[in-house]
T-cell receptor
Framework: KQEVTQIPAALSVPEGENLVLNCSFT??????LQWFRQDPGKGLTSLLL?????REQTSGRLNASLDKSSGRSTLYIAASQPGDSATYLC???????????FGTGTRLKVLA | DTAVSQTPKYLVTQMGNDKSIKCEQN?????MYWYKQDSKKFLKIMFS???????INETVPNRFSPKSPDKAHLNLHINSLELGDSAVYFC????????????FGSGTRLTVV
């Protein structure tokens, strides 16, 4: 059974720092992995989608990497801004299924 | 705007009532989903339809019944609402079936009193 864990659960950093959010999964047979952002009281916004054959994806200040063999993905945020404050969720697309298994989330606060 | 839209955004109702949440997507996606986000913000899949066919039915009380009249719509009907049903319900869609990247709706916050 696929389990997805995110560490840390919460993170508070000063503006301008580079930071890394971690996502671990127990079954390496994944289809892809998607990172989302959720603002309080709002829906989920897709940030990056990494296919199982890819090692990383980049969008602006965001870079997500994937290491299937070790069951890990990281989301790197460069030069963090207060507007980056949100909960970040990773979701693993399970091979042979139609569903994503979500992680527990990392609540990020970037201080001005 | 191309999107996944849910209605209503907020729903407050009494225990025992029956209510429905509607979801529509104009992205041309084949697959639609219902997820429940509990008070600890954990997201868990409930149902999925691919081209109007039910493909995922997780362990959900049978008071919850999804209906997909066409591949652009997926509604969720809940009978005999209980306090524990209070949560945020998210609709999502993805192209071509399978976990091919989700687009989420903005959620429906259900409060049962």
């Amino acid at each position: 059974k696929q389990e997805v864990t995110q560490i840390p659960a919460a993170l508070s950093v000063p503006e301008g720092e580079n930071l890394v959010l971690n996502c671990s999964f127990t079954d390496s047979a994944i289809y892809n992995l998607q990172w989302f952002r959720q603002d309080p009281g709002k829906g989920l916004t897709s940030l990056l989608l990494i296919q199982s054959s890819q090692r990383e994806q980049t969008s602006g200040r965001l870079n997500a990497s994937l290491d299937k063999s070790s069951g890990r993905s990281t989301l790197y945020i460069a030069a963090s801004q207060p507007g980056d404050s949100a909960t970040y969720l990773c979701a693993v697309g399970a091979s042979g299924t139609y569903k994503y298994i979500f992680g527990t989330g990392t609540r990020l606060k970037v201080l001005a | 705007d191309t999107a996944v839209s849910q209605t209503p955004k907020y729903l407050v109702t009494q225990m025992g009532n029956d209510k429905s949440i509607k979801c529509e997507q104009n992205l041309g996606h084949d697959t639609m989903y219902w997820y429940k986000q509990d008070s600890k913000k954990f997201l868990k899949i409930m149902f999925s339809y691919n081209n109007k066919e039910l493909i995922i039915n997780e362990t959900v009380p049978n008071r919850f019944s999804p209906k997909s009249p066409d591949k652009a719509h997926l509604n969720l009907h809940i009978n005999s609402l209980e306090l524990g049903d209070s949560a945020v319900y998210f609709c999502a869609s993805s192209p071509r079936g399978g976990p091919n990247g989700y687009t989420f709706g903005s959620g429906t916050r259900l409060t049962v009193v």
